[in-house]
């Protein structure tokens, strides 16, 4: 591949508008999920980054203020009266005054806006348009008006300019859309026209075909990939180990890992975080912790993505030193998110530090101030896991009077808190009540869901209780979080404690895709004892 080719696939890239990713998880340690949500993003817009550069180091301070006027404008007003006050103060437009204010809109999505500025430069021509000036345009087209206009408006563009980049724009359009057949219909055009793919198309085909209904057709992708010559990009096997992780396959997820490294596709720290965050939910915590030193020796500067997924993996891994030390550097962030106090204080929570904790909520109240039932929830869910049944009551009273609403969450920590105080009927009613609540999919999906499940099912099971066992069971099943041998051996737990048998124990296992370990026979030993 010469200069040139690699000068012009940067140049793709960097105009090919972000994509929608994989969103699954909010809470606690499935902040990774949205984290890994940039992963098919435009991050390697390498000119938009260039422009970045330039702007923190001053060379743009002067115009830098062009975006931020035409930031300033009303909502509802239009947009060229900043245009004619920058050109009143006699400065003139350039390309990278545009590029810059496209940048910020983009991460700002206010779509419309980005809009009116790119109409405004075909209209006005500040300068002569080219290519990334109609790929911007065709990329807001189709966000906002969708993609019939988006295809007109195509048709209009002056023919030098419909090459790989608006064909590659106006597929990623058609995928945003869920539009597969007509996004498909397009790639086929690329090929005939000789127009190379963006690897960004293939990311956000596999995406759309990420359900476990429609898992089987990403080998297909993958193998098209390949044969229209394609190079997976990091962002690829990301969004693959991503889907691995969700689905709780530690196997699959360390094959695609193994994919990865045979491509000679070089992990970065999304790679590392999926890699760590997987192997903590699995309880594997002795990879989890290679894979840890690998996150924090790749990581890139402070991006407080990853320094908040740290904070969680240090919680799982028991270490207080690393915990603090992070933390210490979240606190030196410019903006510190009401978000990153939340999984701090699960984080201390986990490692059985109360105070610290309860000194961390104090302080994200006296800061932010407590607008959601999540900030509420991270001191519950502490106070529940240690059996302080007292202290979570008086803060679930307080929440109320704050005006935020207990969710299904809320009730789900506190039944777990009640039966850790021994509080078994109160235990059931609250579990019950938190069931009744409607939760989506997502939340039952997510991992602190998972495990505030798994705890209740633990304590059921030292109680003999095989009927609540079963009946809570059923949650981690359908989110595939059975795959885990110590998830089913918790189970079989309830079974030898109530004195049970069930011969089709190890069968469900096997079925379940959980390896069955020397524990699990063991209890299935005792289990067989009670055969009639």
């Not at 997924?309 to 207080?320: D, S």
């Not at 110590?486 to 049970?500: E, P």
Request: aromatic share 8%; proline share 3%; hydrophobic share 40%.
């Amino acid at each position: 591949m010469n200069f040139i080719t690699i000068l012009r696939q940067q140049r793709i890239i960097s105009a090919i508008h972000p994509t929608v990713v994989i969103s699954l998880y909010k809470q606690s340690i499935d902040s990774c999920h949205s984290f890994c949500s940039k992963v098919s993003d435009a991050n390697e817009n390498s000119k938009s980054k260039r422009e970045e550069r330039l702007v923190d180091q001053g060379m743009l301070a002067t115009r830098n203020s062009l975006s931020q006027r035409i930031e300033s404008v009303p909502k509802g007003e239009y947009i060229g009266s900043a245009f004619q006050s920058w050109m009143g103060d006699g400065l003139p437009i350039h390309r990278g005054d545009i590029f810059h204010t496209i940048n910020r809109l983009r991460k700002l999505k206010f779509i419309k806006r980005g809009l009116e500025v790119m109409e405004w430069v075909i209209r006005e021509r500040p300068y002569r348009p080219k290519e990334l000036d109609y790929s911007y345009l065709l990329e807001f087209t189709s966000k906002l008006h969708g993609i019939s206009q988006a295809e007109s408006l195509f048709s209009r563009i002056p023919s030098e300019f419909q090459n790989e980049l608006l064909y590659n724009n106006l597929i990623l359009g058609c995928l945003n859309r869920g539009l597969i057949r007509l996004s498909l219909a397009y790639m086929k055009k690329m090929r005939e026209l000789g127009h190379p793919i963006s690897y960004l198309v293939f990311n956000h085909l596999i995406i759309l075909h990420s359900s476990p209904s429609r898992k089987k057709s990403i080998p297909k992708i993958l193998t098209q990939m390949k044969a229209d010559k394609v190079i997976p990009h990091a962002s690829t096997f990301n969004i693959l180990l991503k889907i691995e992780a969700n689905e709780h396959n530690i196997e699959r997820l360390l094959k695609v890992f193994g994919d990865m490294n045979r491509a000679k596709v070089e992990p970065n720290e999304v790679s590392y975080c999926i890699l760590a965050t997987a192997h903590a939910v699995a309880r594997l915590y002795t990879v989890c912790e290679t894979y840890v030193e690998a996150l924090e020796k790749s990581a890139t500067g402070r991006n407080w993505s990853t320094l908040d997924i740290l904070i969680i993996l240090y919680g799982y891994l028991g270490k207080r030193n690393d915990l603090e030390r992070i933390w210490g550097i979240i606190m030196e962030l410019s903006h510190v998110r009401s978000k990153s106090y939340v999984l701090a204080i699960e984080a201390f929570g986990r490692i059985g530090d109360i105070c610290r904790a309860e000194e961390l909520w104090s302080e994200m109240k006296s800061r932010n101030s407590l607008k959601s039932n999540e900030q509420f929830n991270s001191l519950i869910a502490v106070y529940c896991r240690h059996g302080l049944i007292t202290k979570a009551t008086a803060l679930y009273k307080e929440m109320e009077k704050s005006g935020c609403k207990p969710n299904a969450i809320t009730y789900r920590h506190l039944a777990l808190g009640c039966l850790t105080a021994g509080l078994i009927k109160e235990a059931i009613k609250t579990l019950q009540l938190g069931m009744d609540m409607t939760a989506s999919i997502k939340v039952k999906r997510s991992t602190p869901w998972l495990e505030t499940t798994l705890s209740i099912i633990e304590i059921f099971a030292d109680n003999g209780d095989v009927e609540n066992a079963e009946k809570v069971f059923k949650e981690l099943k359908k989110a595939n979080y059975t795959r885990y041998t110590f998830v089913y051996n918790t189970l079989i737990k309830a079974y030898v404690k109530g004195k049970v048998y069930d011969p089709n124990l190890l069968k469900r296992m096997i079925l379940g895709g959980a390896r069955p370990d020397s524990e699990t026979y063991s209890l299935l030993k005792v289990v067989d004892q009670f055969r009639t």
